[in-house]
């Protein structure tokens, strides 16, 4: 039987060019904890490959996902369909209103509805003054 060399198939390609230079650097408690939390903030694999982006400046995002944030807006979001739900069913009622009522009875209930729409208006200012505060607050934009 002839065995056949096989040793320049096996294993792991070499890379065309190696990282084989090694730097090493001293931190304190404080500046190991701030590299610590940015290198998880930002979401990379090792640590050799966010300091070498930190180094040589090339862009990477730090994404900071804030879950009370996210559902503020979300609850918002949904809050708003709500109240483009209330704007198409308004139209509706004001059809309704002139075409089955009197002039005088539509234009009674034309009053009170006009009541509640000025609280939605008040309630929505409330909501975007609140927003306001919010972005400012923890958001910082």
């Known amino acids: 039987m002839e065995q056949k060399k096989n040793s320049k198939n096996t294993g792991r390609k070499p890379k065309t060019d190696p990282a084989i230079?090694?730097?090493?650097?001293?931190?304190?408690?404080?500046?190991?904890?701030?590299?610590?939390?940015?290198?998880?903030?930002?979401?990379?694999?090792?640590?050799?490959?966010?300091?070498?982006?930190?180094?040589?400046?090339?862009?990477f995002k730090v994404i900071k996902i804030d879950k009370g944030a996210v559902d503020y807006y979300t609850r918002l979001t949904s809050f708003y369909a709500q109240y483009?739900?209330?704007?198409?069913?308004y139209n509706q009622?004001?059809?309704?209103?002139?075409?089955n009522f009197s002039e005088q009875k539509a234009l009674a209930?034309?009053?009170?509805?006009?009541k509640a729409t000025i609280e939605l208006v008040k309630l929505n200012h409330d909501i975007i003054e609140l927003t306001r505060d919010f972005e400012l607050k923890w958001l910082q934009i």
Do not use: C
């Open 93 to 99: 009622v004001v059809k309704a209103l002139n075409s």
């Open 21 to 59: 230079f090694r730097y090493s650097i001293s931190l304190n408690s404080v500046d190991n904890a701030r590299l610590l939390k940015l290198y998880e903030q930002s979401g990379m694999r090792t640590k050799a490959h966010f300091i070498t982006h930190r180094i040589f400046g090339e862009p």
């Open 84 to 89: 483009r739900a209330i704007g198409v069913n």
């Open 109 to 114: 209930y034309l009053y009170k509805l006009e």
